[in-house]
C-alpha cells in the first residue's frame, strides 16, 4: 500500500522510509506541512504518517486542510508531544491514530497495518481467499497448510487484490498502490509482478487465485459454492526482481 510520511528531521524520515520499504509499502515523503499537503490532495494514499512540528504548516493546520477539504484518508500523528490535551486535541482534529517518539518500528507497522484493514472495512486480521489465507497482522501467506514466501511486493499486490474481493483492481490503481514516487514502471512492471504472484500462490491444475479481465484489470473472485476463483489465463511476462523483506527499529 502507498503511504505518505511528512517528517521535517531528514534522518526520521529516512529511517521510516527504509523500514516502511522493507516492509513492502510504497513510500512517498515531504519535509514539510506544504508539500505534505499539496501531496496528500494530490495522490491518493492508504495512510499519511503526519509530525506536528512541522515547517511552513504545523500537522493540525495540515490535518484540518485536509479534513475541510473531504479527504478521508487515514491519517496518523507521529510526534514528540506527549501530553493528553495535544493527543486529544489531534483526535477532535480528524486524526485516526497517535503515537508518541520514541516509539518501536514494529508497533508504527502494526498501527498503520490496522488503518489499512480499517480502511476496507477488515476487523479480522486474516482474510481467505479459498484455501488461500493471508495474515495481515504477521504479513504471511499460506495457502492450505503450505507457507508461501513472497518478496513484500508480492505480498503488497496480493493484500491490494485480496482486500478488494470481488472487485475490479485496474492496472492504473496497482501501480499507484505498489510504486510510489521513486519509481517510474515499465510498460509491462504489473503484467510481470501478476505472473511472479501467479507463480507462488496457485497450484497445478486448479484455477488460479488472481483472475484476468483482459483490457480492465484484475480480481480476486471466490465461487461461492467451491471457493475457488474462476479460471483465468495466465500472463506470460517475466517476473521482476524485488527488495528484501526486513524492517528496522527507530
Known amino acids: 500500500m502507498r503511504i505518505l510520511v511528512v517528517e521535517d528531521s531528514r534522518r526520521m524520515r529516512q529511517a521510516l522510509t527504509i523500514g516502511l520499504r522493507k516492509s513492502g509499502f510504497a ?11 499539496w501531496m496528500a490532495e494530490s495522490n491518493a494514499y492508504a495512510v499519511i504518517v503526519l509530525d506536528l512540528m512541522l515547517p511552513k504548516l504545523d ?13 478521508n484518508v487515514h491519517v496518523l500523528i507521529l510526534t514528540a508531544r506527549d501530553a493528553v490535551e495535544d493527543r486529544v486535541r489531534g483526535l477532535q482534529l480528524g486524526a485516526d491514530d497517535y503515537l508518541i517518539k520514541p516509539f518501536a518500528f514494529e508497533e508504527l ?3 498503520i497495518q490496522a488503518l489499512v484493514r480499517r480502511a ?10 479459498g484455501d488461500l489465507t493471508m495474515d495481515l497482522a504477521a504479513r504471511s501467506v499460506s495457502r492450505g497448510a503450505q507457507p508461501l514466501a513472497l518478496t513484500p511486493r508480492e ?18 490503481e496497482i501501480e499507484h498502490h505498489i510504486y510510489d514516487e ?6 509491462n512492471v504489473v503484467e510481470a509482478a501478476i505472473y511472479a504472484l501467479r507463480r507462488k500462490i496457485d497450484v497445478e491444475g486448479q484455477p488460479s487465485i488472481v483472475t484476468t ?6 480480481l480476486v473472485e471466490v465461487s461461492p459454492k467451491c471457493e475457488s476463483s474462476e479460471v ?19
Open 27 to 37: 513510500v512517498d515523503t515531504a519535509e514539510d506541512g506544504e508539500e505534505g499537503l
Open 109 to 111: 507497522q502494526a498501527r
Open 155 to 172: 505480498y503488497a499486490l496480493l493484500e491490494l487484490l485480496a482486500l478488494h474481493k470481488g472487485e475490479l483492481v485496474t492496472r492504473s
Open 59 to 71: 500537522g493540525l493546520t495540515v490535518l484540518t486542510r485536509l479534513r475541510d477539504k473531504g479527504r
Open 232 to 250: 483465468s489465463e495466465s500472463s506470460s511476462a517475466p517476473a521482476t526482481k524485488t527488495d528484501a523483506a526486513s524492517g528496522p527499529m527507530v
Open 120 to 129: 476496507h472495512g477488515v476487523k479480522n486480521p486474516r482474510v481467505a481467499v
Open 213 to 218: 479481465r483482459r483490457g480492465m484489470g484484475y
Open 182 to 187: 521513486r519509481v517510474e514502471p515499465a510498460s
